[in-house]
């Protein structure tokens, strides 16, 4: 758990060192601003960030494989993987951290977003109603969080970071078009298929609803993914 | 300090690494030489934990890599080849990662680092970024890295690879300077590099341990015995035959050959020999002079070519070759 704490905090550092961390954060911010500006930020507008949240959520399907592609993918290109697998470090340890590092930082992305609320607060007439607010924010949260979980297995599958974007992508656009995809499927997986679908989930969070069996589904899904990146990782000592 | 007991390692239908064995003792310095492609990378990253054997077992100070690796990884210090590093980062503080990964406690740290640097002689770059450094200052941030956490058993992967003839010298010193208080392997494939280091050499190829012992011993028993050049003048013309049964009859003298047979050999010309000696004889120089004068033969060269560990090394490499090609034929 120490070991991980100590990749998580030298993960985060990384973003920050590189200029990749901060164009990352900056477009993000420029989109979500412009989003903010044009279709929340209005007179007569009902006070509600619903427009910044749904903008978001899509705007993670890039920006969090973009975060995440670089993980393990970078320490397997330049072989930095060597000295950090001959470090007492398990490789749990080594994926946890990998992950928390990149979740924090997409978590300091999202953050300078809490500005809007604060100027939603100032100017509004009725106040917004914080319940959607924190929902939006949650959801975001545990999508982000999935997206990096998958993210983190893709990088621990391939040396090469554009290949783990895009497979992070492609695994994230796949997710969403489960439930478009679910009547196509023999009658028997059909269920299964429909349990997995994320949009109708993030749907009810837009809502202001925040469903306990949601949040289960978003972190067991997250330690689902994880799960294999450490098997992906450990597997590379047996080969 | 040390154990790798018969070690088996596959990639796919590549058998890279077959039945090593070998044990270092506390204090020892070897050298593991081979030439590319024979499986001192694989040897090394099975001890240094980074890949596990199919079969056999590798134990550090006590410690199984395999059933206690955490353990095993805390005894040990690993350079890998080409030295990666995160470049992005500063060496002091690329030195206090690596020293919260190896668990050293914080009112420790600062101490540990300074000591690191300072043994790499590394002080005047501890603010400096890592990308920026020359290759030499990487390889010695690489080693520094190794050392942070005092480990028992050192392990360096080609440690002067790629460095200039200034830094190889600046290296091979550090190292040597290392290894005075602990157990160290050095993985290379340059042969002087080896027989300046280490005071055991195993060699290794086609994934096998071919010969393993003192550096200089190696060189002496070799595969065959010395060589003696000499230059002698006989005394009659066409004394070629007399000549060479005069050193066959030497003791321990195993051939001996006309080395410029091209030209005639006659009463007023100085003919080259070449003497071998049996593999494991004492210096035969004596007894070849004495011949010489015994049979009233002149001599104004006589010098012995020891086996170098070069060719020792080539010619177990050889050895090697042919036994490949003729596994070929029969296929």
Known sequence: ?239 | MVLVDQVHKSFGPVHAVRGVSFELKPGQVAGLLGPNGAGKTTTIRMIAGFLLPDSGRVSIAGADTVSQPHAARVRLGYLPESTPLYEEMKVREYLGYRARLFGIPGLARPRAIAHALERCWLKDVASRRIGALSKGYKQRVGLAAALLHNPAVLVLDEPTNGLDPTQIRETRQLVRELATDRTMLICSHILPEVERLCDRVIIIAAGKVRADGNPAQLARDGVDGAVYQLQVRGMRPGDDERLGHMWRSIPYVVGALRTDKDRPGDLAEWTSWSVSGKHGAPDLREAIATAAVQNGVLIRELRSETNTLERVFLRLIDEIDDDADEGRDAA
């Not at chain 1, 990749?20 to 044009?38: E, K, P, Q, R, S």
């Not at chain 1, 619903?50 to 993918?73: E, K, N, Q, Y």
């Not at chain 1, 470090?89 to 999202?110: D, N, T, W």
């Open chain 1, 1 to 239: 758990m120490r070991t991980a704490l100590t990749i998580a905090s030298r993960e985060l550092g990384s973003y920050f060192r590189t200029p990749a961390g901060w164009v990352i954060v900056a477009l993000y911010l420029f989109l979500a601003g412009v989003v903010f500006t044009l279709s929340v930020f209005m007179p007569g507008r009902p006070a509600s960030l619903r427009d910044f949240f749904a903008v978001s959520g899509w705007l993670l399907l890039p920006v969090a494989p973009a975060i995440s592609m670089r993980l393990i993918a970078e320490e397997l290109r330049s072989g930095t993987i060597e000295p950090l697998m001959t470090s007492p470090v398990g490789s749990a340890s080594l994926v946890l951290g990998k992950f928390a590092g990149a979740c924090v930082f997409m978590l300091a992305m999202l953050a300078p977003t809490a500005a809007y609320v604060v100027v939603l607060y100032r100017t509004a007439e009725p106040a917004p109603d914080p319940g959607p607010i924190a929902a939006g924010y949650l959801c975001l949260a545990l999508v982000g969080s999935l997206s990096l979980s998958i993210g983190t297995l893709a990088s621990a599958l391939t040396s090469n970071a554009t290949l783990a974007f895009m497979m992070t992508l492609f695994g994230l656009l796949g997710l969403l078009f489960v439930p478009s995809a679910a009547p196509f499927a023999p009658a028997a997986i059909r269920p299964a298929l429909m349990a997995l679908a994320v949009t109708p989930r993030i749907g009810d969070f837009a809502k202001g609803v925040v469903d306990t069996a949601h949040v289960a589904f978003f972190l067991g899904a997250s330690a689902w993914f994880l799960l294999l990146a450490v098997a992906a990782v450990e597997i590379r000592r047996w080969r």
